[in-house]
């Protein structure tokens, strides 16, 4: 299986400030008869399920602020909250879904410093 | 859009049985694998298993030969049976269409919990 590593596994960051989590897999997961990178990022709150911020490791999906954007190829990729909000306060997890069995990072939990 | 709507969660003692539903709407529904994902306090976020739309499965190694995935496609419906249900299977279950290399996207269902205890 493909293994997803998350860094750092928690951080606080002060409103109104950068916040970004990275996620390394331990294969590629660019798919290379389309160019894209099967990876996800996912916004969990406090009691929720998780919400999809992002697909194809940088596409947004459809009403997510554009504060959240993604980036990275192959195996190297990085999740940005440009400007963190309040609403933002959260466990983020990368995920690909480049094989048939998902694989989740360990997730990141995002605090307002 | 995508609805996939999962049913079926309940307490259920260390041992025992329970099977979920997932119904789905939205897309055609024959044409696609069907993933259930689960959350626990243990292990976050695990794949569990994927049926494709012939039909073969595949299981993560930490449930095989006790959840078992099956659907229904004239209903739409994809169930995962649940045996020898132990305290670590505890959690939420998602239900989710595969999107397959080519495609933009999975679609997750809301989830259900499942709470084995005695």
């Known amino acids: 299986d493909i293994v997803m590593t998350q860094s750092p596994d928690s951080l606080a960051v002060a409103l109104g400030e950068r916040a970004t989590i990275n996620c390394k897999s331990s294969q590629s997961i660019l798919y290379r008869s389309n160019n894209k990178n099967y990876l996800a990022w996912f916004q969990q709150k406090s009691g929720q399920p998780p919400k999809l911020l992002i697909y194809?490791?940088?596409t947004r999906e459809s009403g997510v602020p554009d504060r959240f954007s993604g980036s990275g190829s192959g195996t190297d990729f990085t999740l940005t909250i440009s400007s963190l909000q309040p609403e933002d306060v959260a466990v983020y997890y990368c995920?690909?879904?480049?094989?048939?069995?998902?694989?989740f990072g360990q997730g990141t939990k995002v605090e307002i410093k | 859009q995508v609805q996939l709507v999962e049913s079926g969660g309940s307490v259920v003692q260390p041992g025992g049985s329970l099977r979920l539903s997932c119904a789905a709407s939205g897309f055609t529904f024959s044409a696609y694998g069907m993933h259930w994902v689960r959350q626990t306090p243990g292990k976050g976020l695990e794949w569990v298993t994927l049926i494709y739309p012939n039909g073969n499965e595949k299981y993560a190694d930490s449930v095989k030969g006790r959840l078992t995935v099956s659907r229904d496609n004239s209903k739409n419906m994809v169930y995962l049976q649940m045996n020898s249900l132990r305290t670590e299977d505890t959690g939420v279950y998602f239900c989710v269409k595969d999107c397959s290399l080519g495609g933009d996207r999975d679609h997750w269902g809301q989830g259900i919990l499942v709470t084995v205890s005695s």
């Open positions: 194809w490791a940088s």
């Open positions: 995920q690909q879904y480049y094989t048939s069995s998902r694989t």
